[in-house]
């Protein structure tokens, strides 16, 4: 049996290597964006057709049915009836041309398919310009959009908004509640913190995505010391946009006092022992199932401007159970407001 020769890597091969992937990817990225901007002209073409239509829904059904066995008969397949419904809501949902050539384009249609189906015009361009900027995955985009990632964060800057303008800063960076359905927790929590400790660390990828933008992972179960004693803190991240040191405490138990001044006193320590010159100032974040009203108000969470507490959720909420925690947050804040 003949054997080939192996191939031997040279400075010439991996020259020319470089060059075909890079001339393969720009070629990509090409035929991309002129695809994505011919379903937009696509569906703009159809929905001007569309209103030349006395009844515009029977019209339009038969317009897009016809154009569908037409361009199926001239061009093969890709021209589904789904598909041209698909251009034509593509047009409809950014019918901004500036928008579709400078963001829609740089995105793949299924990006584009995935986000032209929120609802919310606000998340909906949220996800869009994300998407871009952050260059999110097809998977990512669509496990964020299903984790109502936009709301979740948009609900932790009201909440921080009203409760003091200094720590509006993170508003990109902190949501409430944080989602871990990756973890496959059934309901119930019955797992302890060491364990879903353990779990967010085999997960880290999916837990880093989660965060949100710029955290790099530091260390788990991060021990300081003092002259006298060794305290561990659970998870340990650094956010190089924030320029600072990102301190977690896991909690499976409803939100106590001395959660809180335990995060305190670790933010003091890290403060003074592994902050740098150049860092700002530690932020601590307690992950807990349930907050206490009482102990947001009453404890020194309260005024703290690098101290939060929110609520974690093992599982992929609905819509309505989302909305039902945004809705009791507000209104916990309002009542409390109300009685200082």
Known sequence: MEHKPATQSTPLLTDVLVILQTARQKAYTAVNTAMVQAYWLMGKRIVEEEQKGEQKATYGEALL??????????????????????????????????????????????????????????????????????????????????????????????????Q??????????????????????????TSSEKNIESALIENLQAFLLELGKGFSFVGRQFRISTETSHFFIDLVFYNYLLKCFVLFDLKTTKLSHQ??????????????????????????????????????????????????????????????????????EKRMIQERDERL
Not at 167 to 175: C, G, R
Request: proline share 4%; glycine share 2%; net charge negative.
């Open 164 to 189: 003091t303008t200094e720590k509006t800063y993170l508003n990109d960076f902190i949501k409430d509640p944080y989602v871990f359905e990756f973890l496959n927790i059934p309901e119930p929590i």
């Open 65 to 162: 049915k016809n154009l569908s066995v037409a361009l199926t008969a001239e061009l093969g397949k890709g021209f589904s009836y789904a598909n041209l419904r698909n251009f034509r809501q593509f047009y409809l949902t950014f019918p901004d041309a500036e928008i579709c050539y400078a963001v829609c384009s740089k995105l793949t249609w299924s990006h584009n398919r995935l986000i032209m189906r929120v609802e919310n015009p606000d998340a909906r361009n949220y996800y869009l310009q994300e998407c871009s900027n952050q260059n999110w995955s097809t998977r990512t985009l669509e496990r964020n959009i299903n984790t109502f990632y936009y709301q979740r964060l948009r609900s932790s800057q009201q909440k921080q908004i009203q």
């Open 259 to 328: 959660d809180t001044g335990q995060m305190d006193m670790y933010i003091r320590m890290f403060d003074d022992l592994k902050k740098q010159d150049n860092d700002n100032p530690t932020i601590g974040i307690i992950l807990c199932t349930e907050k206490d009203e009482t102990v947001v108000k009453y404890s020194i969470l309260n005024e703290h401007k690098q101290l939060f507490a929110t609520k974690y959720m093992p599982y992929l909420p609905t819509e309505e159970e989302l909305i039902a925690e945004i809705v009791r």
